[in-house]
């Protein structure tokens, strides 16, 4: 229990990081085709990096994405990706980032029922919607042009790193060291 406690405070530092995201000021050429429009297929790509950056440029955010047809780039290597998955479409289903921030973060205590006895797979599970959070912050901010297709890829492909070890039940230590790199990757987009 001490070890999930240790855990959520390094999300909650990791979380308020995210707030000031967006307020830099980065040119941006006009809106880039869907992939509809331009028929790409990201998913085929064979790095991570390369499948998050197509997205970003061509318009296919993970919110907008039909769970049945597309595994989510954080369950993609896990053994069995099904729990991950249903993970990602209770959330879209139920809406919860449609939601204010306080309802929000409600919605996602109760889907990973982290509202009452708290499990290691609930914390797990809420931190995965939280780092998800920062990730839909971040396509937010590279759509509005203050943050680069680079640099969102770039911190995306980190953020899903992350939540893909915390899926993996790695070690703690090592997860810190990747939260630690991805909340000095926000600060430097202030």
Known sequence: MKRTIIILLMFTLLASAVYAVG????????PSPTIEEKKIDCDSLS?????IKCRLKYGA????VDYDVRVPEACRTLRNPTACIALYKNVQQNRC????????????KTLV???GNKTEESARNYMILLL???EERIED?????????????EIIDLIVDIKQDIL???KRADIVIKLNELRQKLGSIK
């Not at 307020?23 to 006009?30: K, L, V």
């Open 23 to 30: 307020s830099g000021e980065i040119p941006r050429a006009s």
């Open 61 to 64: 955010k993970e919110e907008n």
């Open 47 to 51: 790095l991570r990096v390369d499948r």
């Open 168 to 170: 993996d039940g790695k």
């Open 97 to 108: 980032y449609e939601k204010t921030v306080t309802e929000k973060d409600r919605c996602f």
């Open 132 to 134: 998800y959070g920062i």
């Open 113 to 115: 029922g982290f509202s």
């Open 141 to 153: 901010a590279n759509e509005a042009g203050t943050v680069s297709d680079d640099k969102a890829a």
